[in-house]
């Protein structure tokens, strides 16, 4: 019987007297039927009673009662630490977004330095707090890895019983192999594949091959593209059969990857090929590079990668010559020349071809472009020295050639901060976004330090805080905390209430907060 009409008949009953209208049968789930059916009758108005408060109880559970079922087995163990208790209060605050003391950054930004740094401790999370951190990685996929990993078999466990949370059973922790059968690859959604295939290459590069070799015919275009850029983890000549079969593919943008991918292979064959394109495109006469681009773009240059048409407007020919240029390797160089990067890179450049009008000074661009991708695709150290040239100073003209944050990659990660300290003291923050990007994090205490002082300067310059929010967000996360004291300095000599106060106080406020929650994640529990 409905719930609403029992009631109805109870309350009816009780309006009108029992002895005018009788009781309701027992009803609702087995349970209640014998929990009513136990009720004495033969006082009708006690029965009355005792009958309202279970239809109450009823009615509260929103539900007929069901009946007991057998709970599942607990989650397996998990060895790991407990984090220090400071530790987890401080991740309350983060997963909660409020109670941190004084002005600080947005804490959801800093939670992936928390979770990034607790799994690399090696510890667990702490069980409340699972469950909440299952649903910012539900909103979040880059928190997923981490998440999943620091909450081990319990996060298992419930994602089991919860299917907001299925993502975990298709999340790879960084540690793990490859599931039997390669489940996820043949299930999972497109992100998770690349990411398995990503992560098997790391530990198996010939399974992730032959994986990718399982399924390719059937890939849709755009997912081969990206399946065929997770090959770069651990790209050997092994990959080139693979490859080379890759440049005949139907799609001109697998074509166009496959072909980059087996330029960084100093002795593949496409390697050799667009070596003999070079040396007839570029040649060293003893005192200057001398320049004859191609003049068109055949049949196998089309094979090799190298579209016909220009896609970013430049000329043709231009075009088809940096495309020669980044993908040969960068050793002919120097062994065809004998020279050194930095020597090649003062040499003067002309032309080959007497009828063009300037001369060939244009070529010299072209080609200094063309090493330069040419260095960050081999991760060539040297020649992104040279290119990049000294570190610069005030008064000191920069002569860097290429993308900076690019070739900046391709250095040791102290190189990286200490060449990009010193753009910041020559030129300031205004163009070194993209190479602090490239510097690895936290900053040094130089750069730090170039950064705090080039801060200042552009508040004593008049500038607004905004026109330097790209540089300002990226302080909070990775600027080091040992700079707060000298962040808090520039708040109290700034004219109090202004921008420029209120984002240093904000600035170190965060970076106070910061300190405090790497310091609790390297104390030792008792």
């Known amino acids: 019987m409905p719930i609403t009409d029992t009631w109805e008949e109870l309350r009816t009953a009780a309006l009108l007297g029992t002895d ?27 029965a009355l009673l005792e009958l309202a408060a279970l239809e109450t109880v009823r009615r509260r559970a929103g539900a007929p009662a069901g009946e007991a079922v057998e709970l599942p087995a ?107 059968g390669d489940r996820l690859w043949h299930e999972g959604l497109f992100a998770e594949r690349v990411t398995h295939l990503t992560r098997l290459r790391y530990t198996d590069p010939a399974a992730g091959l032959a994986l990718l070799r399982s399924t390719w015919t059937t890939e849709r275009a755009e997912d081969r593209l990206l399946f065929l850029d997770s090959l770069q983890e651990g790209l050997s000549a092994a990959d080139e059969p693979f490859l080379e079969a890759a440049l005949t593919d139907r799609s001109k943008n697998v074509r166009a990857t496959a072909a980059e991918l087996l330029s960084t292979l100093p002795g593949s064959a496409l390697a050799t090929r667009m070596a003999e394109r070079a040396r007839a495109a570029v040649r060293f006469d003893g005192a200057r590079l001398v320049v004859t681009p191609p003049a068109a773009c055949d049949a196998a240059m089309q094979r090799d990668g190298i579209p016909p048409k220009s896609p970013t407007g430049r000329g043709e020919r231009a075009w088809w010559f940096g495309e020669i240029i980044a993908a040969a390797p960068l050793a002919l160089w120097t062994a065809d020349t004998g020279l050194t990067p930095e020597r090649l890179l003062r040499l003067p450049v002309g032309d080959g071809d007497p009828a ?30 040279a290119l990049l040239g000294p570190a610069p100073r005030p008064g000191r003209p920069d002569r860097t050639a290429g ?47 170039a950064v705090v002082s080039a801060l200042d300067r552009a508040a004593r310059s008049g500038a607004y805080p905004w026109s330097h929010s790209g540089v300002l967000g990226m302080t909070e996360r990775a600027l080091a905390p040992d700079t707060a004291p000298a962040v808090e300095a520039l708040a109290a000599a700034t004219t109090p209430d202004s921008a420029w106060a209120e984002t240093f106080t904000r600035l170190a406020g965060t970076l106070r907060f910061r300190g405090a929650m790497l310091a609790e994640l390297a104390l030792q529990q008792p």
């Open 20 to 46: 005018r209208r009788p009781l309701p049968p027992p009803g609702g789930s087995p349970a209640l039927v014998d929990a009513a059916g136990a009720v004495d009758r033969t006082d009708p108005a006690t």
């Open 403 to 449: 993308a900076p944050a690019k070739l900046l990659s391709v250095l040791p990660p102290a190189e990286r901060a200490a060449w990009t300290a010193s753009y910041i003291e020559a030129h300031g923050l205004g163009e070194a976004f993209q190479s602090l990007g490239a510097c690895a994090t936290p900053w040094t205490p130089p750069l730090s330090t």
């Open 74 to 180: 607990p989650a397996g163990p998990d060895p790991r630490p407990e984090l220090p208790e400071a530790a987890a209060r401080r991740l309350g605050v983060l997963v909660g977004g409020r109670g941190a003391a004084g002005p600080t950054a947005n804490l959801g930004e800093l939670l992936p330095q928390w979770l990034a740094t607790a799994r690399l401790r090696g510890y667990r999370l702490p069980a409340p707090l699972v469950p909440p951190l299952l649903d910012a990685a539900r909103a979040r996929s880059e928190l997923r890895g981490d998440v999943v990993s620091l909450a081990g078999p319990l996060g298992h466990w419930l994602a089991a019983l919860n299917p907001d949370w299925r993502f975990v059973g298709r999340t790879v922790a960084e540690s793990a192999a490859a599931e039997p």
């Open 356 to 385: 063009e009008p300037n001369g060939g000074a244009g070529w010299g661009d072209d080609l200094r472009e063309g090493w330069a991708r040419a260095a960050v695709r081999q991760q060539d150290a040297d020649w992104a020295r």
